[in-house]
């Protein structure tokens, strides 16, 4: 190999290893995360057959609550190549039986996606606000009454 490759190669090692060493312990620091802390808090306000849905993003927010996603599609990619209308999003919210929670984690107008507001027009129709946690609004069916849980004083490391 050519003069000072092997240097670098060993620097490179190392950095990883630290890297490694270092990002649990970073991880554990810094708290659980805005997206458990607002699932945790959904779970606590939630009944045992209520349904959660977080359009666009975060299904780490569904996986926190513990409650069955009512929207299949729980990514970006999947909702800006199958539902890119919000056809299928925009039915399950007006559903009778539509999803219990929602969570709003992205701007509705991301990726140019509720280009007629049919996302709020729906949440306003049939939904109300119960709390911001993180500077995230949690929605709740409007027909469904729930006990709410103590709001979280943090957010899993970041600020409300």
């Known amino acids: ?15 990883a290893v630290l890297t490694a060493m270092a990002s649990p312990t970073v991880a554990l620091a810094s708290g659980p995360g805005e997206a458990w802390t607002i699932g945790q808090w959904v779970r606590r306000s939630a009944a045992p057959d209520d349904s959660i849905t977080v359009p666009y ?6 996986e926190a609550s513990g409650l069955r996603p009512a929207y299949p599609y729980l990514w970006s990619l999947p909702i800006r190549t199958l539902d ?26 991301t990726w140019n996606l509720d280009r007629r507001d049919q996302l709020q027009r729906a949440l306003h129709e049939h939904y109300r606000m119960v709390a911001r946690i993180c ?25 409300l």
């Open 1 to 15: 190999g050519r003069p000072g490759w092997a240097h670098i190669r060993r620097v490179v090692a190392a950095m």
């Open 57 to 62: 993003t975060h299904a780490n927010v569904v």
């Open 84 to 109: 890119p209308h919000l056809a299928t999003l925009t039915a399950v919210l007006d559903a009778p039986h539509g999803p219990t929670w929602v969570v709003i984690w992205d701007h509705p107008r």
């Open 135 to 159: 500077r995230h609004p949690v929605w709740l069916r409007s027909d469904t009454s729930r006990t709410l849980a103590t709001l979280p004083t943090d957010c899993g490391g970041g600020a």
